[in-house]
Nanobody, 122 residues
Framework: VQLVESGGGLVQAGGSLRLSCAAS????????IGWFRQAPGKEREAVST????????YYADSVKGRFTISSDNAKNTVYLQMDNLKPEDTAVYYC????????????????WGKGTLVTVSS
């Protein structure tokens, strides 16, 4: 499955962005898509994951209450709505997919996008 991210950009602290992850094709009842991010000089970290089968979600503590993940299976697209952005959210955001939800949460899956840059200014 090929994954293509879009929607990154520059935003002021407190602002919002919506990222999109378009998948070439997946079977909704056996796929999960997650978002990871990597800031300069830091390790990649999991942000959020959704099961396209039953809508189960995972959020990192650092984004709970600010980010919302959703899936439009008809469009093979997963979205990450990011509100109340903070400078520490600045990173390259990657889309990640696999047939197993826990595998995606752990970042061990096979499918990765090339990333989209999010910059939050203070």
């Amino acid at each position: 499955v090929q994954l293509v991210e879009s929607g990154g950009g520059l935003v002021q602290a407190g602002g919002s962005l919506r990222l999109s992850c378009a998948a070439s094709a997946f079977t909704p009842d056996e796929y999960a898509i997650g978002w990871f991010r990597q800031a300069p000089g830091k390790e990649r970290e999991a942000v959020s994951t959704i099961s396209t089968y039953d809508g189960t979600t995972y959020y990192a503590d650092s984004v709970k209450g600010r980010f919302t993940i959703s899936s439009d299976n008809a469009k093979n697209t997963v979205y990450l709505q990011m509100d109340n952005l903070k400078p520490e959210d600045t990173a390259v955001y990657y889309c990640h997919g696999d047939q197993s939800f826990p595998v995606v949460v752990a970042g061990w899956g096979a499918d990765w996008g090339k990333g989209t840059l999010v910059t939050v200014s203070s």
